[in-house]
């Protein structure tokens, strides 16, 4: 069973993020081995410099690198990364699980993730042109990868 891990910055702070991150995790427990971290993210004055945001970024990629599997294909969740259909995204999941048996998803914090952690990664993703708050992202990234399971086998989920 191909493992799946996901690496994220901050905490869920809503109930209801947290229960439907919790179903996606239920759900995709079917399809593989899940496993999600959640690192704690720098804290900024209200007004950070982009000093500031750059060392936060870094101290937090620092925290990230620490916890990427040597052997997986790690994708960096982030704005300039490529758009993929679920379709695609599906064929993805099915090439990383033939020829890696591991793959690591990397959500950044509000600021997103450092140049470090983006050099780092084999594939940088996005899901949309649109912005949403990272702890969103979470959520709409179990889904996207619960769905791309879904092509694979064939199943009525995704439409």
Do not use: W
């Not at 919790?22 to 079917?30: D, V």
């Not at 052997?71 to 990364?81: D, L, T, W």
């Amino acid at each position: 069973m191909v493992g799946v891990k996901f690496i994220t910055l901050g905490t869920l702070k809503e109930q209801y993020l947290r229960e439907a991150a919790a179903e996606y995790e239920k759900r995709l427990s079917a399809f593989c081995k899940i496993q999600i971290i959640q690192l704690k993210e720098e804290k900024l004055p209200d007004s950070p410099t982009d000093g500031e945001i750059e060392k936060a970024l870094e101290r937090e990629a620092e925290k990230v690198m620490a916890e990427i599997p040597p052997r997986a294909y790690k994708i960096a969740m982030c704005v300039e990364g490529k758009q993929l259909s679920s379709e695609e995204l599906a064929q993805k999941l099915g090439e990383i699980s033939e020829r890696y048996g591991e793959v690591c998803f990397i959500i950044g914090s509000s600021h997103g993730l450092s140049d470090k952690v983006k050099k780092a990664c084999d594939a940088r993703i996005s899901v949309s042109k649109l912005t949403f708050p990272h702890q969103l992202m979470r959520v709409l990234l179990l889904e996207a990868v619960y769905r791309g399971f879904n092509i694979l086998k064939g199943t009525k989920y995704h439409k």
